[in-house]
């Protein structure tokens, strides 16, 4: 028998109106703070003709649907070059997960592309921001705890002959994939979780057009290391972005942010904060070789010419100097 | 521990999706509403609490990092909250000395009885133990108190009560 001292702890209640009121109005102060952010965003970028690069957010959690505003259409190159130099020995993913190291095949290259563009070792390529259509974006952002982050879109591929699979690792930080919640919609095919939390922003996952209905079709994933079928190694609903977080980063955020900074002083910041990260691409072969290449994300000081931004009316001069995310092979 | 569906309710909220979160909350509304009378003893406290709590969490939740934890971890942050409004004294009463009762607290009249009864430090740990559902140790985080107190109040408060409904003959 439940005496009566217990049954009244779990009879039912009623919620009082006062409560559900006050709760109500929580709701709705949330909804319109929410609103408010993404709507100030999107402002921020249309009047910044697709430049503003770089956001300072107090409060990272906006920035998840602030940066996504950001993606102002743009092409990214990598290329590995068909004479790359390629390591000796590759990490090879087996069927039963284990990894291990496997005689990389000899002569037998990728070139490592997005939207055509080649990388040739010693050659950076830049991110650059390009008017119209959906690009590649990267956004950074700084809390009150003294964190800064960092989310850069990649959107790497592949091409050589013989590849099954396609592989990616990251040295620190992690992957953040935005797929459709459907899992037969996703390209991930394998994938370490990685273990820990980063509060970064985020690019893509369609926050840009209805911003309340569309998130909901995506789920957010940190990987350390994923594979892609080599025949599906790209598709329109999944953003594959590097990211991570620094703790006591005072000393980044003043570079990049601070009241006297300036482009050599911004630049030195985000490399401070990119701390070398490497992104090691590995092709997998059908005859169970494995290769890989390193690529090593930074920031440099050029002009938009140099980085290949476009020109034209409503441009920022050609011979303007900005800071670039680059992508080089080491 | 939370299903399925609350835990895909948590991610989202966790994307900043508020509708998802809203609705998260609502989900723990009566949850929220008896621990917080538990300590405040009245609903006007108690829906400041809630309120505060349902900002607090969503500002604070991209610091949840065990998604299966939400409920403790939503449950401290209103508790942290009730003992901020009970100690600014705000409207610090208790159901016996209510001379007229506002409207708003006729509402769940037996069960405010029930907890008039009992020094807060009983009900609170009554109302975590038998209506939350949660284990001894999951009440000793919450509260950071020792287990053994826990069991000690358990005890305590349920004796109390037992006495109280078997002298009046309220069984």
């Known amino acids: ?330 | 521990m939370q299903n399925k569906e609350t835990m895909d309710l948590i991610k989202k909220a966790k994307r900043q999706d508020a509708d998802a979160f809203a609705e998260l909350m609502q989900l723990y509304m009566k949850d929220l509403y008896r621990v917080a009378l538990a300590i405040l003893m009245n609903d006007e406290d108690a829906a400041d609490a809630i309120q505060d709590t349902i900002l607090v969490c969503w500002e604070k939740l991209n610091t949840l990092r065990q998604e299966q934890y939400f409920k403790s971890w939503m449950t401290r942050v209103l508790i942290n909250k009730c003992y901020d409004i009970r100690s600014k004294a705000l409207r610090m009463v208790d159901l016996e000395s209510y001379e007229e009762p506002s409207a708003e607290d006729e509402y769940n009249l037996e069960y405010k009885e029930a907890l008039s009864l009992l020094d807060e430090k009983y009900r609170c740990v009554m109302t975590l133990f038998y209506s939350e559902g949660y284990h001894i140790d999951e009440i000793s985080a919450i509260l950071e108190i020792s287990a053994s107190a826990v069991k000690t109040r358990l005890r305590r408060g349920r004796e109390k009560l037992a006495r109280y409904y078997g002298e009046d003959g309220k069984e």
């Not at chain 1, 591929?157 to 459709?180: K, L, M, T, W």
């Not at chain 1, 609903?237 to 002083?265: K, Y």
């Not at chain 1, 890989?292 to 920022?316: H, L, W």
């Open chain 1, 1 to 330: 028998m439940e005496d009566k001292e217990v049954k009244i702890f779990t009879s039912d209640i009623e919620v009082p109106a006062v409560v559900q009121k006050k709760a109500d109005a929580a709701f709705a102060q949330i909804k319109k703070e929410r609103m408010d952010a993404m709507n100030e965003q999107k402002r921020d970028t249309r009047t910044e003709s697709g430049k503003k690069k770089i956001l300072k957010y107090l409060k990272p959690v906006i920035a998840a649907a602030a940066c996504a505003a950001l993606i102002a259409g743009g092409v990214l190159g990598v290329n590995v070059g068909k004479d790359y130099d390629s390591p000796d020995f590759a990490v090879n993913s087996k069927n039963n997960g284990e990894q291990v190291l496997e005689e990389a095949t000899q002569g037998n290259p990728f070139v490592l592309t997005v939207y055509a563009k080649e990388l040739e070792p010693g050659n950076p390529i830049p991110l650059v921001l390009q008017e119209g259509g959906l690009g590649r974006a990267y956004v950074f952002g700084g809390n009150e705890e003294g964190n800064v982050n960092y989310c850069i879109n990649t959107d790497f591929s592949c091409q050589g002959e013989n590849i099954e699979r396609v592989g990616y690792s990251v040295d620190h930080g992690a992957f953040q994939i935005i797929q459709p919640i459907d899992p037969e919609d996703r390209i991930v095919v394998e994938g370490q979780i990685y273990n820990g939390e980063l509060n970064t922003g985020s690019i893509g996952g369609g926050y840009e057009e209805n911003l309340d209905v569309q998130p909901e079709l995506y789920e957010t994933v940190l990987y350390q290391s994923f594979i892609l079928d080599y025949d599906r190694q790209n598709d329109e609903n999944t953003w594959i972005n590097i990211c991570n977080e620094i703790a006591d980063g005072g000393e980044i955020m003043d570079l990049i942010w601070g009241a006297e900074t300036s482009l050599e002083r911004e630049n030195e910041g985000i490399n401070k904060m990119l701390d070398h990260v490497i992104i090691t691409c590995t092709a997998y072969y059908s005859d169970g070789t494995a290769q890989s290449v390193d690529i090593e994300v930074g920031s440099r000081v050029m002009t938009y010419e140099e980085a290949g931004e476009p020109s034209g009316k409503g441009k920022i001069p050609q011979d303007t100097k900005g800071t670039f995310i680059t992508f080089e092979v080491k």
